[in-house]
């Protein structure tokens, strides 16, 4: 039997939560070794201002650990995600992966297969979509990179406290993707299965056009992962639990 391709989002690590770094080095260390290929569709980081971020001990050892992971022959591609949408050259060389654009077209065993983050499909989040379109102008991402690292930390704490306050205020249906986004992405791209992680609703939903994982989110030590194998794709919860599909 072939090894199995794996897809993990929404880990957001961060020195503050130590049960899920511990969780990642565990799952770095047992099913990501058995796998041929590792995908992690974005928001890997609780954010990333820049690759200086790898002169922070915290984030330089976890990227250690990724590219150990590389050196045992493992595959690894990263999609940006909402927290971590400013990965460079530098972080990619340092972690020994490729970074995608997101969504991107992949084939498992011919089969054509579509992997995103999931923020981009949230389109009645019209707030979030213009933010959005902000953060990921050239210009401003040049100028935010061009200014000082303590400077960009404080201002990513401060937009942190803000989109907290503001997802306080939606409803809980906004924040999620939207079905015909959802359609319409996968009917351009020729594809029936989708997989995508932000929006914390770990699930398979089955679509007139296909099926759409959604990664579950790690936290306090919890997490999971998707597997593909031949044409079986199976959702691991770490805890061992099954997850309700
Ligand atoms: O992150 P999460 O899951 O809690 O909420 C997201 C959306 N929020 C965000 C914002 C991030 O949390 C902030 C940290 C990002 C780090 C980026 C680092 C680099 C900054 C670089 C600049 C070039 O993504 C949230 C969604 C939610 O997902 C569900 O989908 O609702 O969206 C918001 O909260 C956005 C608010 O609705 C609007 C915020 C207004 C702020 C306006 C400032 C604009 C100018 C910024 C220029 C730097
Ligand atoms: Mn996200």
Known sequence: MPSPILFISDLHLSPEDPATTAAFHAFLQGPARAASTLYILGDLFE???????????????IVTEIAQLADQGVKIFFLAGNRDFLPG???????KLSILPDPSLIHIHGQPLLIAHGDALCTDDLAYQRFRRIVRHPLVQALFLALPRRWRQGQVEKLRQRSKASNQMKRSEI????GLAVEQLMAQHHVQTLIHGHTHRPALHTLACGQRWVLPDWYQGQGGYLSVQEQNISMHLLDGSALEL
């Open 89 to 95: 050259a530098r972080f990619a060389a340092a972690a």
């Open 47 to 61: 954010f990333w201002i820049g690759d200086d971020s790898l002169d922070e001990a915290f984030n330089a050892e």
């Open 175 to 178: 924040m999620d993707v939207n």
